[in-house]
């Protein structure tokens, strides 16, 4: 069984970056897409950012100009990287892979964003 391990979340001031990895134990076969999904305390899991077999991109509008998501294929990863952090981006992230045969989640990377 394929697992998604995230890292690189934290604590982090508001205006501060972060980058979250999300790392496939294995590799995956016939990936329709990969992304980010976040959900906060009372509230439900939110699309964050999407990246498709062929490139292309998509962002929650909250997030656009501020998140950047990318993969290393050769790594079996994908990025996600967030700048100008502001208290509302404070969630557990999940990655998520979408895939002919199946979908997988992580477990999720807490980022918590206060000063």
């Known amino acids: 069984q394929v697992q998604l391990v995230e890292s690189g979340g934290g604590l982090v001031q508001p205006g501060g970056s972060l980058r979250l990895s999300c790392a496939a134990s294995?590799?995956?076969?016939?990936?329709?897409?990969t992304g980010w999904y976040r959900q906060a305390p009372g509230k439900e899991r939110e699309l964050v950012a999407r990246?498709?077999?062929?490139?292309?991109?998509n962002y929650a509008d909250s997030v656009k100009g501020r998140f950047a998501i990318s993969r290393d294929n050769a790594k079996n990863t994908v990025y996600l990287q967030m700048i100008s952090l502001k208290p509302e981006d404070t969630a557990v992230y999940y990655c998520?892979?979408?895939?002919?045969?199946?979908?997988?989640w992580g477990q999720g990377t807490q980022v918590t964003v206060s000063s």
């Open positions: 998520n892979v979408r895939a002919v045969r199946g979908e997988y």
């Open positions: 294995a590799r995956i076969f016939s990936i329709v897409s």
């Open positions: 990246i498709t077999s062929g490139g292309s991109t």
